[in-house]
């Protein structure tokens, strides 16, 4: 999934059904598992946390996902912000990834040294037509079944421009592309049929991509902020919403025509009908600080 990768189009009939309805619950990875205003990470989703080279600016959400997580893989020099964020090698031995993967040429040299003497498996993957992001994504796929997997990955936006835009293109890649061990046509993610899901997580946002059909997005209000955005990335799509602030009604969206940014969310349950893939990203509430409690990450034990 590099530079050289192609999207595969969408179309057959089972991957757009316009009558599917697809659910969002983006809110139960970042609450506070002690909240209970939103419900628990649901036990029947396999919830892998992918660590990408962006600083983790906020320790706390990061651990509270790590804590809900089975699968934590870091990507290259994801590595180094997981090394960073504790003070000592006691509590960071209480936060080991399974895998480190990708061409390593990020990796530092004491980060690599120290995550080997714990026996985490550092894979090398020297191949420069994918990127790392790509490479930890097939490696959740050739050790753990997509189906019913949400993937949380940190970092992808914010620095890179280039990069910034292969993790929207890992989003649409990741959903046209099938399990390679499985060799089968992609499947929709619908109720009937659910499928792995990537949120891409960052300081301000998180951003996935909904389906044609129709979509109910859970964003309660003691965890979002109001500021969404709707955006065809891949083509032109119709669009009709409810529950925003600005509403669009059979809108005709595309990137020269209209995009929806700055919206606001006003209920709590927003519905998105489109009829083709569309990315929506919506604002975390209290994204803008940062940790204010760093201590708390360096003490042998970890506070939530
Ligand atoms: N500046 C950035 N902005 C956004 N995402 C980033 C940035 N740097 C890295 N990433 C994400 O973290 C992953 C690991 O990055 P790392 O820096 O370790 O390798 P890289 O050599 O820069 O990236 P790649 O090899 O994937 O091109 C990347 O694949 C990308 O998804
Ligand atoms: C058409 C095309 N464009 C760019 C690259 C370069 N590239 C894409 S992913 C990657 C790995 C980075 O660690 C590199 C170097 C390519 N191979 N093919």
């Known amino acids: 999934m590099g530079g050289g990768s192609s999207i595969p189009q969408p179309g057959t009939s089972s991957e757009t059904s316009p009558t599917a309805i697809t659910r969002w619950e983006p809110a139960v990875f970042l609450a506070d598992p002690e909240s209970s205003a939103v419900p628990k990470c649901p036990s029947r989703s396999t919830l892998a946390l992918l660590i990408l080279n962006q600083e983790i600016t906020h320790r706390r959400r990061i651990l509270t996902i790590w804590r809900n997580s089975h699968i934590r893989v870091c990507a290259d020099g994801g590595a180094n912000r997981l090394y960073n964020i504790f003070g000592n090698d006691t509590i960071r031995a209480q936060f080991l990834p399974d895998c480190i993967i990708g061409d390593l040429d990020s990796l530092l040299p004491h980060v690599r040294t120290y995550y080997a003497s714990?026996?985490?498996?550092?894979?090398r993957d020297p191949s420069q037509d994918s990127t790392d992001f790509g490479k930890a994504l097939n490696w959740i796929d050739s050790h753990h079944d997509r189906r019913n997997m949400t993937i949380i990955a940190w970092g992808g936006f914010g620095g890179r421009v280039d990069q910034s835009f292969h993790s929207i293109h890992a989003l649409y890649y990741d959903r046209y592309t099938s399990n390679p061990?499985?060799?089968?046509?992609p499947k929709p993610l619908s109720e009937s049929a659910p499928s792995r899901r990537i949120y891409i997580l960052s300081s301000l946002n998180v951003t996935f991509l909904l389906y044609p059909g129709m979509n109910t997005i859970s964003t309660p209000h003691d965890v979002f902020?109001?500021?969404?955005?709707?955006?065809?990335?891949?083509?032109?799509?119709?669009?009709?919403?409810?529950?925003?602030?600005?509403?669009?009604?059979?809108?005709?969206?595309?990137f020269g025509g209209m995009v929806s940014t700055s919206n606001h969310l006003k209920e709590e349950v927003i519905k998105i009908s489109t009829d083709k893939d569309i990315v929506f990203t919506v604002e975390i509430r209290g994204g803008e600080k940062e940790d204010e409690d760093l201590v708390s990450v360096n003490e042998d034990r970890v506070a939530m």
């Not at 109001?226 to 602030?245: D, M, Q, V, W």
Request: net charge negative.
């Open 225 to 254: 902020w109001k500021t969404c955005g709707i955006i065809p990335c891949g083509e032109p799509a119709k669009i009709t919403t409810s529950g925003l602030e600005w509403n669009l009604d059979n809108a005709d969206t595309s």
């Open 181 to 185: 061990a499985e060799k089968a046509p």
């Open 118 to 123: 714990q026996n985490v498996p550092i894979i």
